[in-house]
C-alpha cells in the first residue's frame, strides 16, 4: 500500500541549532508534499509546500527539499527556537481522481532546548 | 484570516450515545474532512465531502457518518459511540483541488472521551 512515514520519531535540538526532519513516501504518483506544524492542543498548520516538479523550495527560516529518486522530502528549520517545538507531519497527495486528499505521516516531535 | 470553527473542543460521551461533531468554515471552501488523530497513528481520514451532499469514505469510515447539508457545514456523526473511538477528531476545508494547491485548513480539534 502507499504510506508517508518519518525516520525519527522525536528530534531534540538546542536553541539557535538548524533542526532537519526528515520523510519518507512511497507513492510515487503523489505530485504535492506539504509540511504541517502542530502545536500542543491546536490543529495543524501549514509550514510549506512543493510540487513535485521542484526539489527545493524556501521560506521564512524553512527549507523542503524533495528527493524524488529515493522518495525521501526533508524539512529544513535554521535557527530554531523554542517557538519551534512542535510535531511536524508531512502530508502527500496522489496525482489523478484523489488531487484532494492528502495522506500524513505520524509526525515528528520536535523538543527546542533553550 | 480563514477560519475552521468545530462546535466542542472537548466532549465525555457514554458507551451507546449518539455523537454530533459539528464543523464550519468560512471560507467557501468545496472541500471539506473528518479526520481523527491517535498517537502513533497520525491523522487517519474518516470521510471527506467535495460538494454539497456529497461524501466519499476515507481510510476509516467504520462506526461514522457524516452530513453536509450547507456547503459551510460538515458535521461527523457518531451513531453508537465506543471506547475505540476515544480521540481528537480534526476537521479541515481547502479549495477545490484542480484549481489550488490542495492546502488543507484545519480546526483547533475535538477531543472526544468515550467511557
Known amino acids: 500500500g502507499e504510506s508517508v512515514g518519518l525516520h525519527l520519531p522525536t528530534l531534540s535540538v538546542q536553541e539557535g541549532d538548524n533542526s532537519i526532519i526528515n520523510c519518507a513516501y512511497s507513492n510515487s504518483a503523489s505530485d504535492y508534499f506539504i509540511w504541517y506544524k502542530q502545536e500542543s492542543g491546536k490543529g495543524p498548520q501549514f509550514i510549506i509546500d512543493i510540487r513535485s516538479n521542484m526539489d527545493k523550495r524556501q521560506g521564512q527560516r524553512v527549507t523542503v527539499l524533495l528527493n524524488k529518486t529515493v522518495k525521501h522530502l526533508s524539512l529544513q528549520i535554521a535557527a530554531t527556537q523554542p517557538g519551534d517545538s512542535a510535531v511536524y507531519f508531512c502530508a502527500e497527495r496522489g496525482s489523478g481522481g484523489s488531487n484532494y486528499k492528502l495522506t500524513f505521516g505520524k509526525g515528528t516531535l520536535l523538543t527546542v532546548n533553550p | 484570516d480563514v477560519k475552521v470553527t468545530q462546535s466542542s473542543r472537548y466532549l465525555v460521551k457514554r458507551t451507546g450515545e449518539k455523537v454530533f461533531l459539528e464543523c464550519v468554515q468560512d471560507?467557501?471552501?468545496?472541500?471539506m474532512f473528518w479526520y481523527r488523530q491517535d498517537p502513533g497513528l497520525g491523522l487517519r481520514l474518516i470521510y471527506f465531502?467535495?460538494?454539497?451532499?456529497?461524501?466519499e469514505k476515507g481510510d476509516i469510515p467504520e462506526g461514522y457518518s457524516v452530513s453536509r447539508e450547507k456547503k459551510e457545514r460538515f458535521s461527523l456523526i457518531l451513531e453508537s459511540a465506543s471506547t475505540n473511538q476515544t480521540s481528537m477528531y480534526l476537521c479541515a476545508s481547502s479549495p477545490p483541488g484542480g484549481s489550488h494547491t490542495g492546502e488543507l485548513f484545519f480546526g483547533e480539534g475535538s477531543r472526544l472521551t468515550v467511557l
Open positions: 471560507m467557501d471552501h468545496e472541500n
Open positions: 465531502s467535495y460538494d454539497v451532499k456529497m461524501k
